[in-house]
């Protein structure tokens, strides 16, 4: 406990001077820094080498310290009261009074706010006088970092310090939904679309292939290993990993498994680091089997479209 107090401290300094540091959540680890401070956010772009159009997300501690930035509605504190903190994201109008900087938002009057459950980030937002813009910490289009072993493997020494939280437990980045007006789900995530659905009474539009960019992940080429992958496929061709969401009785060095019986919570925490290891193991392209298109099923069959795209 005392090295993550320590560790936090070290975090905490090093936000505090506009330095970006990578911290682990529950979905993905993010690469963080002050959301109110315009050379830290463009930091984060640059070490990304992300699209300048791809607005941030921006990691609160609490609803008390996002009152400072955004309007609320019902649907937004049902939701937070149900969900938070948790890996859901909300899209809400930026009050005009923010300190948020443009760079966060690319100049548009909407933000992108979640509340991590991880212990330790909690910790540290509570110990902070700002918020965290924190994007997934890897190099934009490639495949999300789960521990920090994954941050180290994308960016090495260009970020100053790596805030250690073990493995991310959902693996999944966060599911993003716009209640401003009727809820839409803008990004499919780590929380299942029908619990919302119950909580809201409503019916949700999903709305994951936009014409317009208005939140992050909606790009058609993200979540890639950098090599070819195409889905739902039976055999693996030769020197082509293979992708199974349960483990076979008869298996090959090329197979890989998402999960032991095909439990989709445990091939959706096993996605990233499997097509790290794959690229890392020199196939040249990947088959991935049929993922059934239910509960987490839906987000990693997203994922994979979007990975395929290469």
Known sequence: MKSNLANIKKAKNLLNIGECIAIPTETVYGLAGNAYSKSACRKIFKLKKRPKNNPLIVHYFNKKDLMKDCKFNKSFLKLYKKFCPGPITFILDLKKSSNICDVVTNKKKTLAVRFPKHPITRNLLKNLNFPLAAPSANLSSKVSAVCSAHVKEDFGKKIKFVLDGGKSKI?????????????????????????????????????????????PGQFKLHYSPGIPLRRNAKIAKDNEAFILIKKKKITKSNYYFLSKKGNLQEAAKNLYNILRIIKKNKYKSIAVCRIPNKGLGKTINDRLIRASKF
């Open 171 to 215: 693996g999944l980045e966060s599911t993003i939904i716009d209640i401003r007006k009727k809820p839409k789900i803008l990004r499919l995530g780590g929380l299942n679309i029908s619990i919302i659905q119950k909580v809201l009474s409503k019916k949700i539009i999903i709305d994951n292939k936009p014409s317009k960019i208005s939140s």
